[in-house]
């Protein structure tokens, strides 16, 4: 018999036919109960062992995380949780796994932990859940940006411009290490690192997605990015995933718009399609939150959250608008924000957005029309001349979620711009002519994939929600 997946078995009604599954042991208990699971839903399929009929030999080899073939019966379950089991009757070894040496022992480890044997945690019920969700995720972006006619376009992944200095870039190299190009001061030339050419990996695909939006119209970017964060924080990766949609004839609401529907479209399909994921991630958080004092405990459920999230509109204000509220605001008893000291013009910090939304506003917010000193020079000037049509969207428990803007579309303004700042316009030529021939208004965002997977999950280190984690010193797996 064809072998079938746990999910769709356990959805089965029992009608004696004969089956056959494949999987990993979970647990083997008195020599008769395996708990099988295939990674297709956290549920395990209960495989009953015929102990009295089973060699000896080959009981001793059903040991957790063997991996085995079971054909049987498929019957009414004697236990409680589920509908159905498979009374066994052939099994076969696919794959032995020493009990001895098996890192994933039946008992609950800790993230940390987890972390170290990143190779093996996608067994876990935790990283299951993870990274089922993170797929339907990836899948319901595409669909909603498919859905409206926006083209799919692959930006490079290695590139000669850092795309306004968006974070710090990795070089990319394929220089003879042993004899390395000098300069005529003796120092190494990077100047030709990639076949005579400097480059680096890309930060974003912004600048190369505008040029597709000035034809296509309406384009969206979803691929690896690349900053060399030399920081630790929950928030950051050195290689992650962003989608960057770039629309032509889109002002600062039109964007806004787009990206707020974008949010609850993919968290709402999430909800749909990966239910028993999310309520097992919800359960997760409240039972780790049962060990927490009263006062620290979430108000919401993760389940509410998102459902909160999908039921109300995004708090929309001004950057000005938000210092105002952080000037008068008090976080803790005694002391006011730093910000009366910085005053207006200074970034927000994590502590700030997260203020704004968690406490303030109490949803996710969008701030608008940021001072230009702190954005980026590609983004259309106000008239006030001291601000830019830039949009971020801060979420709760993660902060920045999305960072957008109206592009400036009129080319005087922005080589003035470029020339205010330093941004040598001969580099940047191809994407000048985008504004010589046919300009128009044009907008777009980026959303960091993994903060959308870390909000939709609950989880708290972004180190979490991607399968291969890349921060400083990880790369082997
Ligand atoms: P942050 O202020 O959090 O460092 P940023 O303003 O530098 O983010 P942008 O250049 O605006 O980031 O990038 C767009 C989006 O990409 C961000 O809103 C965020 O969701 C995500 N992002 C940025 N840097 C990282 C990173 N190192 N790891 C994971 N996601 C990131
Ligand atoms: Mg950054
Ligand atoms: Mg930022
Ligand atoms: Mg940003």
Known sequence: SQRIKIKALLQTTPAEQEVNVKGWVRTFRNNQFIALNDGSTNSNIQIVVDFQNTDEALLKRITTGAALSVTGILVASLGKGQAVDVKATNIEILGDSDPEKYPLQPKKHSLEFLREIAHLRFRTNTFGAIFRVRNSLAFAVHRFFQEQGFVYLHTPVITASDAEGAGEAFKVTNLDLDNLPRTENGEIDYKQDFFGRATNLTVSG???????????????????????????????????????????????????????????????????????????????????????????????????????????????????????????????????????????????????ERYLVEKHFKKPVILTDYPKEIKSFYMRQNDDGKTVAAMDILFPGIGEIVGGSQREERLEKLEQRMDEIGIPKDELWWYLDTRRFGGCPHAGFGLGFERLVLFVTGMGNIRDVIPFPRFPKNAEF
């Open 206 to 352: 912004q600048l190369e997605g505008e040029l597709g939006a000035m034809a296509l119209s309406d384009i969206y970017t979803f691929g690896p990015t690349f900053r060399a964060e030399n920081s630790n924080t929950t928030r950051h990766l050195a290689e992650f995933w962003m989608i960057e949609p770039e629309m032509a004839f889109y002002d600062l609401a039109d964007n806004m718009d787009l990206a707020e529907g974008l949010l609850k479209y993919v968290i709402n399909y999430a909800l749909e399609h990966n239910r028993e994921d999310i309520e097992f991630l919800t359960q997760r958080l409240l039972d780790e939150e049962k060990s927490k004092p009263q006062q620290e405990r979430s108000e919401m459920s993760l389940l509410e959250k998102l459902q909160f999230c999908l039921n109300n509109n995004f708090e929309r204000l001004t950057y000005t608008q938000a210092i105002e509220i952080l000037k008068d605001s008090t976080p803790n008893k005694k002391k006011k924000f730093q910000y009366l000291i910085e005053g207006w013009g200074a970034d927000l910090q994590s502590e700030h």
